[in-house]
């Protein structure tokens, strides 16, 4: 029990240390990027709008276009609906129904909750500067660090990799940005506007588990580039990339979709994306209660994708295909 909520706190600590500060800007009308949603055979007078966001927060979506039309739609709105992957604590996610079974698979696994295991020792220690002098004690950072490592199923080990290399990036890495993240989430900036506003997740509990196991073998390849991209080793060695520069690519992503309304995903993307979608377009008549409904989604679930594990014509298109109407508001 006392791991367990050990645990919680560690990872609810990192992601709280990973939050980006404010900015807010306007640029003239700025791009579309809400629509509403109705359906022929309500009669409550319901009403459903749906934002394309970015999840990290990015310069078009602080714009003209979220001063005229974005914000004033939220405020009018009884309930904020957003993606939401905390559900089950980090230590609670289960483990796949079918394990990697590849040899490669296998020893990729073992390989990421070693470097798991590494950053969690980092993590530890950096924890226990804030607390009083036993917490310092090397063994017990050791043990700690290890019964974290050992709870940990595949799919937290994914989400602990990319955890741990933000917050140790943030507090003690010499290679850290230079400059923070400029933008903070959408999501974030809406609750603050309308801090009473009722919120509901989108996901259930078990959707962000669910899809990624339904990636199968190809898991092993997430785990890889989760690796890559994650590595703290290699943050001790080069500089990381600047806020600006991040916000960059971010910006230019978001625009790419709402620009094509499509998008082309990466692997991790492709196995996170269309199962949930799917899961969301099938309770979307449970919406309809006359009250209005404010959604902000991941661009990438709203338009057709495409990626190295499957393809799907996205929420809008199987919205239209059950009978709904969409329509973007200007």
């Known amino acids: 029990m006392k791991h367990k909520y050990l645990c919680q706190l560690v990872i609810f600590a990192m992601i709280i240390s990973a939050l980006s500060p404010a900015a807010a800007q306007s640029d003239g009308a700025g791009v579309a990027r809400l629509w509403r949603v109705s359906y022929s055979g309500d009669a409550s007078g319901t009403i459903i709008y749906i934002l394309a966001i970015s999840h990290e927060g990015s310069a078009l979506e602080y714009d003209g276009y979220l001063d005229a039309t974005v914000v004033p739609a939220f405020m009018a709105s009884d309930v904020l609906h957003f993606e939401d992957g905390g559900k089950l604590a980090t230590n609670q996610q289960p483990e796949c129904r079918r394990r990697l079974s590849s040899p490669a698979g296998v020893a990729t696994l073992k390989q990421a909750r070693a470097m798991v295991g590494r950053g969690a020792d980092a993590y530890f220690r950096q924890l226990a500067t804030l607390l009083p002098p036993p917490a310092a004690d090397p063994e017990r950072i050791r043990s700690n660090a290890a019964a974290f490592t050992r709870s940990l199923s595949e799919f937290s080990v994914v ?70 991209t994650y590595d703290l080793d290699l ?49 979307f008549k449970n919406l309809f209660d006359g009250k209005t409904h404010f959604l902000a989604l991941g661009a990438a679930h709203l338009f057709p994708s495409t990626g190295p594990v499957t393809a799907c014509p996205g929420l809008f298109q199987d919205l239209r295909q059950s009978g709904f109407m969409v329509e973007k508001v200007r």
Request: with cysteine; net charge negative.
């Open 159 to 228: 989400q602990t990799l990319r955890a741990q290399f933000v917050y140790l990036q943030a507090h003690d890495a010499p290679g850290a940005p230079a400059t923070p993240y400029p933008y903070r989430p959408i999501v974030e900036y809406l609750r603050q506007l309308k801090p009473g506003v009722a919120v509901e997740s989108m996901d259930a509990p078990m959707d962000l588990v669910d899809a990624y196991c339904s990636a199968g073998e190809k898991r092993s390849g997430i785990i890889s580039e989760y690796m890559k």
């Open 235 to 283: 943050l001790q060695k080069a500089p990381a990339e600047t806020g600006e520069a991040i916000a960059r690519k971010i910006d230019e992503k978001i625009r790419a979709a709402l620009a094509g309304e499509s998008i082309e995903l990466d692997l991790y993307e492709s196995a996170m994306t269309c199962t949930r979608t799917h899961r969301w377009e099938q309770r």
